[in-house]
């Protein structure tokens, strides 16, 4: 490993291909970490293959857009190969996310479309990418969002030219099938047919170019299995979009990269739309509040809301009741600008019906139905059906987030799972359902948390907690999370909650 390469200090190897190293390195002088490209000793004195690694600079640095990795400075070695430095990506590659099998299907969609609008970036100013593989579909973060970059552009070649190419160039499994023809005339069709590819791969766990597709040289001999056939549960029109970015006559697929994009993000707006109607419905049987039962939390809340031991809750956290005063929860003061206090009915996820302490806070409580928008929140009900033995209720799915496993908690003399759902939708809006048990007959109670950040705050809201009940032993807001190698598990995990 070098030390350094020009006036950057090399830490590890990126990655090595064909043709080049790629090394990560420090910018001292910026302070900044950058990649460095590295043409292979063996090729640095072949004319054609040094012309082209000066062109992918070239064009890295003329299109100069945040949707592909950045060229920021050149030079050669002492022995006299090149390199360029880039845009250092910390958020990996496709390639190694799909080693974990296929993604959340709205994050591959939104994904896709990422990818298909930093491809049309090239486009735009008449440059064919001709190798688009998971290996080069690079993450990074900015202001807090996940971004898609397009790196390696060793193989693009202008659109102008294109009708001229003589030499096979491509990766199996992503190349249109003129692209495995020299002279096949090829143009920003081919680049729409490997995006589709890749989407198709993000939603499936394989490319289109696999072996129960039949290969014939370097492309799929039949057209690809419908995605829903590989994955039950994907819709119908995902299928359509996608398999039109794959179709074998290029005049019958996407007409542009951009196009392409458009109709992923449509794809989006459904799912989320009927994620959002199914959420409403829910939410709305959830809480059965009188007309005007919406209340704006004085701000002397702030001051007066300490209730409890010291240190029950941070500095800056509000606590909020419902109207029997049986439930209270702290939350951020930020949060706590609406209350809904009059309670819920439990039968809505399945348990006991009836009339039951409940409350909802949240900043803005008209937006709270909808899981796609930036409101945090808390949902706090109370209901003697949930005690020991009783059936797990039914709650909502989070479809489009990442679950991640249920964890025993304690509370007082309640005692719990906790499941949470992150990166819903591709956003860093996380959702946590909590189920409570007491240890008698009295009141169990569930809890929903929305967060909007990138900030866990679960077990300092449910540290928070108190349950005013007789029959269950007063909350000390000790909030203990018992060890995730716990044998014993309460009987509400049994049944994992289902979608609302």
């Known amino acids: 490993m070098p030390h350094k390469i020009g006036r950057y200090r090399v830490t590890r190897r990126l990655g090595s291909g064909a043709f080049a190293t790629v090394w990560l390195a420090e910018d001292d002088a910026l302070e900044s970490s950058v990649a460095i490209k590295v043409l292979a000793d063996n090729w640095a004195h072949q004319a054609d293959i040094r012309a082209r690694f000066g062109q992918e600079a070239r064009i890295m640095r003329r299109a100069d857009s945040e949707r ?3 060229v920021l400075d050149i030079g050669e070695l002492p022995d006299g190969r090149p390199y360029f430095v880039m845009t250092y990506a910390a958020g990996g590659t496709l390639a190694d996310r ?6 959340l299907v709205p994050h591959a969609l939104r994904t896709g479309a990422d990818i298909a609008r930093s491809v049309a970036v090239l486009h735009e100013i008449g440059v064919l990418h001709r190798d688009l593989k998971p290996s080069n579909v690079l993450f990074d973060r900015a202001a807090d969002e996940e971004r898609v970059l397009v790196a390696d552009l060793g193989l693009a070649k202008a659109i102008a030219h294109a009708s001229g190419f003589t030499v096979v160039a491509g990766t199996p499994g992503y ?3 003129e692209q495995a023809r020299p002279g096949g005339g090829l143009d920003v069709r081919a680049d729409v047919y490997a995006i589709g590819a890749l989407t198709y791969h993000m939603l499936t766990g394989r490319a289109p170019g ?3 597709h039949g290969l014939v040289g ?4 039949r057209p690809a299995l419908r995605p829903s056939k590989l994955r039950p549960g994907i819709p119908t029109y995902v299928d359509e979009v996608v398999l039109r970015a794959l179709h074998r006559d290029p005049h019958r697929r996407w007409a542009s990269a951009a196009a392409f ?3 992923l993000d449509k794809t989006v707006d459904i799912a989320r739309a009927r994620d959002q109607v199914r959420a409403h419905r829910w939410r709305r049987r959830a809480l059965r509040v009188p007309a005007g039962a919406v209340t704006i939390v004085a701000a002397t809340l702030a001051l007066s809301g300490s209730a409890g031991p010291a240190g029950a809750f941070a500095p800056g956290w509000v606590r909020v009741s419902d109207a029997s005063s049986m439930l209270s929860i702290a939350v951020p003061a930020g949060w706590a600008k609406q209350l809904k206090d009059a309670g819920w009915n439990p039968g809505t996820v399945r348990l006991a019906p009836g009339q039951a302490p409940g409350l909802l806070v949240g900043p803005d409580l008209s937006a709270w139905p909808d899981p796609g928008s930036g409101v945090p929140g808390v949902f706090a009900g109370a209901s003697r059906s949930l005690g020991a033995g009783q059936a797990a209720p039914a709650l909502p799915a989070h479809n489009g ?3 991640h496993p249920a964890r025993p908690v304690a509370v007082g003399g309640l005692t719990g799972w906790v499941r949470a759902w992150a990166g819903c939708h591709g ?5 946590s359902e909590v189920l409570l048990t007491p240890a008698d007959n009295g009141y169990g109670v569930y809890i929903q948390i929305k967060q909007v950040d990138q900030i866990e705050r679960t077990d300092q809201i449910l540290d928070s907690l108190r349950v005013k009940n007789s029959l269950v032993p007063q909350a000390t807001g000790s909030g203990t999370v018992i060890p995730r190698s716990a044998p014993d598990r309460p009987s509400l995990a049994a049944t994992p909650p289902q979608s609302g």
């Open 98 to 103: 799909l080693a974990a099998g296929p993604m």
């Open 427 to 431: 956003t860093s809006i996380s959702f």
């Open 210 to 212: 696999t072996a129960e």
């Open 261 to 263: 994009a458009e109709a």
């Open 68 to 70: 592909l990795v950045r």
């Open 175 to 177: 190349m249109a099938p």
């Open 218 to 221: 370097s492309v799929p001999s």
């Open 401 to 403: 987030c990442t679950p």
